[in-house]
């Protein structure tokens, strides 16, 4: 019997020059193939040099990985806001979605303006936040995207 879901939201910047297009890419592809093969789950936001990842699994490969990313020279700063044992993956058709909310409005972001916020030092993390994520993967999933990072459409 599988053990309890391990879940870590963290933000990180990213270092200059600013990630973008084809690393993003890398990126998807990178993590992807990287979380199915250690059974991670999870969804990562990008806007505007700014990097919240979720993640989920055993607890020794999100804290494994974590470490791997903190270590990564693509980002920097890399803070922890939240994490815990879980009752069960909240993404679980995801080994890593991907979306860059560089050019959407605050308002259709699934997370508040302060996380996204490269000069807020000390964001708070609230369940209601989880729970815009949540609702923002279950709206958005498609079978067979595969790993691409999908760049998020201003609306009219």
Not at 123 to 147: K, S
Request: negative net charge; aromatic residues 10%; proline residues 8%.
């Amino acid at each position: 019997m599988p053990g309890p879901i391990y879940s870590l939201i963290y933000r990180s910047f990213a270092r200059p020059p600013w990630i973008e297009g084809q690393v993003l890419n890398d990126i998807s592809v990178e993590a992807n193939a990287f979380n199915s093969k250690h059974h991670i789950t999870g969804m990562l936001i990008f806007s505007d040099g700014v990097f919240v990842q979720v993640l989920e699994g055993s607890t020794v490969e999100v804290l494994s990985l974590s470490a791997r990313i903190a270590a990564d020279p693509r980002n920097e700063r890399l803070r922890v806001l939240w994490h815990g044992n879980v009752g069960e993956r909240r993404f679980p058709e995801w080994s890593m979605g991907c979306f860059d909310f560089s050019d959407v409005p605050d308002r259709q972001a699934p997370l508040d303006p302060g996380v996204l916020d490269n000069e807020q030092v000390e964001p708070v993390w609230t369940d209601t936040m989880t729970q815009r994520l949540i609702d923002f993967y279950r709206e958005n999933r498609v079978e067979g995207l595969g790993p691409v990072f999908a760049q998020m459409r201003r609306l009219p």
